[in-house]
């Protein structure tokens, strides 16, 4: 069955240093995967998207990922941080648009 | 403006008492999806749709019900809610046989079963 796991429960990072969420999968195949942002009391919006090609794919608000098919990862960065970038982060897998499966979340706090 | 919209944002109810959520894209989106939010265990499908009266279970569908007849609604329904289903509730809907794009996500309902 598929799995979708997010190691880090919570992050702390400083306001200008880099930031890296991680993401493993266990899927039978190479799925579609993506990264979400929730911010605290919205819905979720779509950060960025890998479904084939180049394997380093840009996203929205300067976040970037790395589709690493050797080790089952897609982890989610961002060289310099910003306070607004305070927020809950998912890593969500599929084969299709319509079945997803979540992982349960990185709580990122940004300190001054 | 493209949105999915959820009606109502916050509901408090008691066990057993018929509640029904509304989820209504204006996207012309195929696919449609109910998940619920729960501290530490991120968003779980509850139902799916692929189109106008096709709709199919998710991962926890026990205890709703979903309807699709018409392509921008998407009502969740819970015939006897219990306090286990109190939940974050969010609809999604993406655009289908274009391909793979993600999904849009509405603002959530926040469901308080006493």
């Known amino acids: 069955a598929q799995s979708v796991t997010q190691p880090d429960i919570h992050i702390t990072v400083s306001e200008g240093a880099s930031l890296e969420l991680r993401c493993n999968y266990s899927y039978g195949a190479t799925p579609y995967l993506f990264w979400y942002v929730q911010s605290p009391g919205q819905g979720l919006q779509l950060l960025l998207k890998y479904f084939s090609g180049d394997t380093l794919v840009q996203g929205i608000k300067g976040f970037e990922a790395e589709f690493k098919r050797s080790q089952s990862s897609f982890n989610l960065r961002k060289p310099s941080v910003h306070w607004s970038d305070a927020a809950e982060y998912f890593c969500a897998v599929g084969i299709n648009d319509y079945k997803l499966s979540f992982g349960a979340g990185t709580t990122v706090t940004v300190r001054a | 403006e493209a949105q999915v919209t959820q009606n109502p944002r916050y509901l408090i109810t008691v066990t057993g008492k018929k509640l029904t959520v509304t989820c209504s894209q204006n996207m012309n989106h195929e696919y449609m999806s109910w998940y619920r939010q729960d501290p530490g265990l991120g968003l779980r499908q509850i139902y799916y749709?692929?189109?106008?009266?096709?709709?199919d279970k998710g991962d926890v569908p026990e205890g709703y019900k979903v309807s699709r007849k018409e392509k921008r609604n998407f009502p969740l329904i819970l015939e006897s809610p219990s306090p286990n289903q109190t939940s974050l509730y969010f609809c999604?809907?993406?655009?289908?046989?274009?391909?793979?794009?993600?999904?849009?996500f509405g603002p959530g309902t926040r469901l308080t079963v006493t």
């Open positions: 749709s692929m189109n106008v009266e096709v709709t």
């Open positions: 999604a809907s993406s655009p289908g046989r274009q391909g793979p794009v993600g999904q849009y």
